[in-house]
């Protein structure tokens, strides 16, 4: 059977895959589980969501779920992802839920597990869970039964946070921040103008059903014509649930998160904050970002594509910054998980106290043309041993020299392997892999 969690939780078609009863029965397994691994007080837990229409439901279920197996819950309504992660952390809670799908569309959603702290939790802990889920153990009653509680004070809460965790105010900045009608609609633009900067929000009228429809992290057209239109100094995108932002440079070019990433490194790095000098990215990362970052002193470490591999290397090497190109950043000096507003607030902290434009920021590095082609296989296996896959590769290698590179990843869920080639031109690229496909279609 697959396993229940994936990399980012459990997420399906709410009512469908993703059921109340699931729900239902994934928190009081993981009540259970947390009191099993420590019976020295009553688990307390801390469950948010995005605003898309299931949500409601399923925030039902897992209270319900928590309750029914002993634990006191506090509600944080809708909340931005990090946030959740922040208030585990503050309030001393044992376990954070946060119910939502990021940026999949409104019928899907997730739920998203944080253990005390606020961190993800292990992968042994979601196997504990999932083996739980059918458990017949005998249920709490009387006062053994668990409390459900609203914090009224959490979106300030997280706010206040939000705040204290910039280097310098955001005055004269003149920004448009794209919502998704998700879980930032209120607490981006708030957070925002409150560290100085003059807003205009588009997309911060969630009704349930618009989350990430035409708009957010993955539709930044409308972000675009917005900053134009309002001659603002810049736009950021949240996706749906707000743990990761891309932005928008006056002119609207998309500043991605390599850029991002690029920004803040040579912040930190100036004053004092990038540990040894590492930033940590995946295998994805542009070349451009290599080159930039040896250019200014600061090595890369990478890793395999997953949130959760950078993050198990910042630990591992105590890092001070790391992320993907998909604008999911960590600041684990600031966050435990990643968080959208946090990176957008301190992106334009860097704009702020250097008086320079977002595109002359993000201008030190040079993005080369890349191109990702998915080729079917019978076997990925067959493909990752073979000899002429791995001669051609050397050949287009030796052709590109340190101008581009080459990388052939096996899908994770299909029988694909995905060939991505970077180049000077994209023509360059383009032709390097369409050859390298056509090796890998095939081998037999």
Known sequence: MA???????????ANSDLSPELALAIAASAARVLAEHDRSHRPVAVVGRDPRASGEMLQAAVCAGLASAGADVMQVGVLPTPGVAHLVAELGADLGVMISASHNPMPDNGIKLFAAGGHKLADAIEDEIEAGLNSTAPRPTGAGVGRVYDIADAHDRYVAHLLKSIPNRLDGLRVVVDCANGAAWAA?????????????????????????????STHLDQLREAVLAEGADLGIAHDGDADRCLAVDSAGNVIDGDHIMAVLALAMKDAGELVEDTLVVTVMSNLGLHLAMRDAGIALRTTAVGDRYVLEEIRNGGYSLGGEQSGHVLLPGYATTGDGLLTAMRLMARVAATGKSLAELAGVMTQLPQVLINVKVADKATVAASSQVSEAVAAVE????DTGRVLLRPSGTEQLVRVMVEAPTHETAQSAAERLSKVVADVV
């Open 3 to 13: 396993r229940l969690f994936g990399t980012d939780g459990v997420r399906g078609l």
């Open 398 to 401: 030796a052709e590109l020299g």
């Open 188 to 216: 981006a633009p708030q957070a925002y103008r409150e560290a100085g900067a003059e807003v205009i929000a588009i997309h911060a009228l969630p009704d349930g059903e618009n989350i990430n429809d035409g708009c957010g």
